[in-house]
Protein backbone atom coordinates (compact mmCIF):
# COMPACT_ATOMS: atom_id res chain seq x y z
CA UNK A 1 0.00 0.00 0.00
CA UNK A 2 1.40 3.51 -0.85
CA UNK A 3 1.66 5.87 1.57
CA UNK A 4 -0.43 9.14 2.00
CA UNK A 5 2.14 11.34 0.42
CA UNK A 6 2.69 8.53 -2.92
CA UNK A 7 -1.25 9.04 -3.64
CA UNK A 8 -0.76 12.49 -3.13
CA UNK A 9 2.31 12.85 -5.43
CA UNK A 10 0.58 10.39 -8.03
CA UNK A 11 4.10 9.06 -7.63
CA UNK A 12 6.26 6.05 -6.23
CA UNK A 13 8.98 8.47 -5.18
CA UNK A 14 8.83 10.09 -1.82
CA UNK A 15 11.62 11.70 0.40
CA UNK A 16 11.81 10.16 3.96
CA UNK A 17 13.06 11.33 7.09
CA UNK A 18 16.57 10.39 6.22
CA UNK A 19 16.66 11.90 3.39
CA UNK A 20 16.73 9.09 0.81
CA UNK A 21 14.43 8.74 -1.90
CA UNK A 22 11.51 5.79 -1.47
CA UNK A 23 10.25 3.44 -4.15
CA UNK A 24 7.76 1.16 -2.40
CA UNK A 25 4.93 0.62 0.18
CA UNK A 26 4.25 3.00 3.05
CA UNK A 27 5.56 1.46 5.66
CA UNK A 28 9.12 1.24 3.93
CA UNK A 29 8.66 4.59 2.53
CA UNK A 30 7.78 6.24 5.71
CA UNK A 31 10.43 4.50 7.93
CA UNK A 32 12.91 3.28 5.42
CA UNK A 33 13.55 -0.44 5.29
CA UNK A 34 14.55 -3.46 2.90
CA UNK A 35 12.77 -1.50 -0.26
CA UNK A 36 14.40 1.72 -0.53
CA UNK A 37 17.31 3.67 -2.62
CA UNK A 38 18.95 6.80 -2.51
CA UNK A 39 18.75 9.54 -5.12
CA UNK A 40 22.38 10.87 -5.30
CA UNK A 41 23.35 15.01 -5.81
CA UNK A 42 23.07 13.94 -9.90
CA UNK A 43 21.40 10.88 -11.96
CA UNK A 44 24.11 10.03 -14.01
CA UNK A 45 26.60 9.36 -10.84
CA UNK A 46 23.93 6.21 -10.48
CA UNK A 47 23.24 5.20 -13.73
CA UNK A 48 25.14 4.19 -17.30
CA UNK A 49 21.78 5.29 -18.87
CA UNK A 50 20.67 8.66 -20.60
CA UNK A 51 16.91 9.32 -20.14
CA UNK A 52 16.64 9.14 -23.82
CA UNK A 53 17.90 5.59 -23.85
CA UNK A 54 15.53 4.84 -21.51
CA UNK A 55 12.74 6.34 -23.06
CA UNK A 56 13.95 4.18 -26.14
CA UNK A 57 13.43 1.21 -24.75
CA UNK A 58 10.23 1.84 -23.38
CA UNK A 59 8.44 3.23 -26.46
CA UNK A 60 10.33 -0.11 -28.54
CA UNK A 61 8.96 -2.34 -25.52
CA UNK A 62 5.92 -0.71 -25.24
CA UNK A 63 4.93 -0.67 -29.31
CA UNK A 64 6.49 -4.77 -29.31
CA UNK A 65 3.42 -5.58 -26.74
CA UNK A 66 0.96 -3.70 -28.39
CA UNK A 67 1.36 -5.03 -31.38
CA UNK A 68 1.87 -8.48 -30.09
CA UNK A 69 0.04 -8.75 -26.81
CA UNK A 70 -3.71 -8.15 -27.36
CA UNK A 71 -5.71 -6.72 -24.47
CA UNK A 72 -7.87 -9.82 -24.60
CA UNK A 73 -4.82 -11.79 -22.92
CA UNK A 74 -5.33 -9.44 -19.58
CA UNK A 75 -8.81 -10.43 -19.54
CA UNK A 76 -8.57 -14.15 -20.34
CA UNK A 77 -5.26 -13.60 -17.64
CA UNK A 78 -7.99 -12.20 -14.89
CA UNK A 79 -10.74 -14.63 -15.50
CA UNK A 80 -8.39 -17.64 -14.70
CA UNK A 81 -6.72 -16.56 -11.54
CA UNK A 82 -10.10 -15.68 -10.48
CA UNK A 83 -11.28 -19.01 -11.18
CA UNK A 84 -8.98 -20.58 -9.60
CA UNK A 85 -8.84 -18.27 -6.67
CA UNK A 86 -12.94 -19.30 -6.17
CA UNK A 87 -12.11 -23.27 -7.15
CA UNK A 88 -9.22 -23.82 -4.27
CA UNK A 89 -10.70 -20.66 -1.85
CA UNK A 90 -10.23 -22.79 0.98
CA UNK A 91 -6.31 -24.01 0.63
CA UNK A 92 -5.75 -20.22 -0.15
CA UNK A 93 -7.32 -19.23 2.70
CA UNK A 94 -5.37 -21.88 4.90
CA UNK A 95 -2.06 -21.09 3.15
CA UNK A 96 -2.87 -17.10 4.04
CA UNK A 97 -3.76 -18.25 7.75
CA UNK A 98 -0.13 -20.46 7.79
CA UNK A 99 2.20 -17.18 6.11
CA UNK A 100 0.27 -14.69 8.32
CA UNK A 101 -1.35 -13.14 6.02
CA UNK A 102 -5.63 -12.56 6.09
CA UNK A 103 -7.55 -15.74 4.89
CA UNK A 104 -9.29 -13.54 2.50
CA UNK A 105 -6.74 -12.36 0.58
CA UNK A 106 -7.00 -13.60 -2.93
CA UNK A 107 -4.55 -15.46 -5.59
CA UNK A 108 -4.08 -12.28 -7.77
CA UNK A 109 -2.62 -10.42 -4.65
CA UNK A 110 -0.25 -13.73 -3.50
CA UNK A 111 1.13 -14.04 -6.78
CA UNK A 112 1.44 -9.96 -7.26
CA UNK A 113 3.99 -10.88 -3.77
CA UNK A 114 6.60 -12.88 -6.03
CA UNK A 115 6.14 -10.09 -8.92
CA UNK A 116 9.47 -8.42 -10.00
CA UNK A 117 11.51 -7.70 -12.98
CA UNK A 118 15.03 -8.90 -13.44
CA UNK A 119 17.26 -6.32 -12.92
CA UNK A 120 19.25 -5.02 -16.57
CA UNK A 121 23.32 -6.11 -15.43
CA UNK A 122 24.45 -3.03 -15.61
CA UNK A 123 21.72 -1.38 -13.01
CA UNK A 124 23.63 0.11 -9.52
CA UNK A 125 20.93 -0.94 -7.59
CA UNK A 126 21.61 0.28 -3.73
CA UNK A 127 19.40 -2.20 -2.01
CA UNK A 128 17.99 -4.66 -5.22
CA UNK A 129 14.49 -6.08 -3.85
CA UNK A 130 15.96 -10.15 -3.99
CA UNK A 131 18.62 -12.02 -5.16
CA UNK A 132 17.00 -15.51 -6.73
CA UNK A 133 18.96 -18.62 -5.55
CA UNK A 134 20.78 -18.27 -9.15
CA UNK A 135 22.57 -15.11 -8.28
CA UNK A 136 19.82 -12.87 -10.57
CA UNK A 137 18.91 -9.43 -9.51
CA UNK A 138 15.11 -8.79 -9.21
CA UNK A 139 13.59 -5.31 -8.62
CA UNK A 140 10.48 -4.33 -7.62
CA UNK A 141 9.22 -1.61 -9.57
CA UNK A 142 6.46 -0.87 -7.57
CA UNK A 143 2.37 -1.02 -7.87
CA UNK A 144 2.62 2.54 -9.32
CA UNK A 145 4.85 1.98 -12.18
CA UNK A 146 2.98 -1.62 -12.91
CA UNK A 147 -0.21 0.13 -13.67
CA UNK A 148 1.24 3.23 -15.68
CA UNK A 149 2.59 0.37 -17.47
CA UNK A 150 -0.83 -1.65 -18.53
CA UNK A 151 -3.03 1.78 -18.97
CA UNK A 152 -0.63 3.43 -21.41
CA UNK A 153 0.05 -0.28 -23.40
CA UNK A 154 -3.46 -1.19 -23.18
CA UNK A 155 -5.40 1.62 -22.38
CA UNK A 156 -8.96 -0.25 -22.32
CA UNK A 157 -7.67 -2.17 -19.20
CA UNK A 158 -9.33 0.99 -17.06
CA UNK A 159 -12.65 -0.63 -17.39
CA UNK A 160 -11.98 -3.97 -15.93
CA UNK A 161 -10.87 -2.33 -12.46
CA UNK A 162 -12.07 0.86 -10.53
CA UNK A 163 -8.37 1.76 -9.27
CA UNK A 164 -4.61 2.09 -10.21
CA UNK A 165 -4.22 -0.18 -7.60
CA UNK A 166 -6.08 -3.37 -8.77
CA UNK A 167 -4.22 -2.89 -12.31
CA UNK A 168 -1.03 -2.94 -10.89
CA UNK A 169 -1.26 -5.89 -9.38
CA UNK A 170 -2.47 -7.89 -12.33
CA UNK A 171 1.01 -7.25 -13.91
CA UNK A 172 2.84 -7.94 -10.83
CA UNK A 173 0.91 -11.56 -10.60
CA UNK A 174 1.99 -11.74 -14.22
CA UNK A 175 5.27 -11.60 -13.19
CA UNK A 176 5.06 -14.02 -10.40
CA UNK A 177 3.95 -16.38 -12.58
CA UNK A 178 6.38 -15.89 -15.04
CA UNK A 179 9.56 -16.02 -11.68
CA UNK A 180 7.77 -19.26 -10.32
CA UNK A 181 7.60 -21.14 -13.90
CA UNK A 182 11.06 -20.12 -14.39
CA UNK A 183 12.22 -21.46 -10.61
CA UNK A 184 10.01 -24.83 -11.63
CA UNK A 185 12.31 -25.00 -15.08
CA UNK A 186 8.53 -25.08 -16.78
CA UNK A 187 8.52 -25.01 -20.69
CA UNK A 188 8.42 -21.55 -22.27
CA UNK A 189 8.33 -20.43 -25.93
CA UNK A 190 10.86 -17.87 -27.31
CA UNK A 191 7.97 -15.85 -27.83
CA UNK A 192 6.61 -16.67 -24.20
CA UNK A 193 9.98 -15.78 -23.04
CA UNK A 194 10.16 -12.28 -24.96
CA UNK A 195 6.63 -11.66 -23.87
CA UNK A 196 8.29 -11.58 -20.63
CA UNK A 197 11.21 -9.72 -21.53
CA UNK A 198 9.63 -6.85 -23.21
CA UNK A 199 7.22 -6.35 -19.92
CA UNK A 200 10.51 -6.36 -18.08
CA UNK A 201 12.11 -4.03 -19.74
CA UNK A 202 9.28 -1.89 -20.21
CA UNK A 203 8.72 -1.75 -16.49
CA UNK A 204 12.39 -1.00 -15.22
CA UNK A 205 12.74 1.67 -18.21
CA UNK A 206 9.94 3.74 -16.74
CA UNK A 207 10.97 2.85 -13.31
CA UNK A 208 14.37 4.43 -13.73
CA UNK A 209 12.86 7.61 -16.03
CA UNK A 210 11.21 8.23 -12.81
CA UNK A 211 13.72 7.43 -10.59
CA UNK A 212 16.97 8.89 -12.09
CA UNK A 213 15.42 11.48 -14.17
CA UNK A 214 11.77 12.50 -12.73
CA UNK A 215 10.37 12.10 -15.63
CA UNK A 216 6.87 10.93 -16.22
CA UNK A 217 7.74 10.93 -20.40
CA UNK A 218 7.73 7.97 -22.77
Known sequence: MWSDAQWSARSPLVVAADGGWRNCCSSCSDNG??????????????????????????????????????????????????????????????????????????????????????????????????????GTVYWDCSNFIYAEVMLRTWPSLRDLYYNDGSIGDVLEAFLGYAWRCRRRDLPQSSFQQRFVEQVELLSFAVWALQHFYHSTTW
Open 33 to 134: GHYHSVLGPTATAHTPWTSEDLRTTARTASTWLKYYIPHRFWTHFIDLVQSLNEQHRESIAAYNVRHGLKAKKSLMKLMSYWGAVRAWKDARLTDPSWVDVD
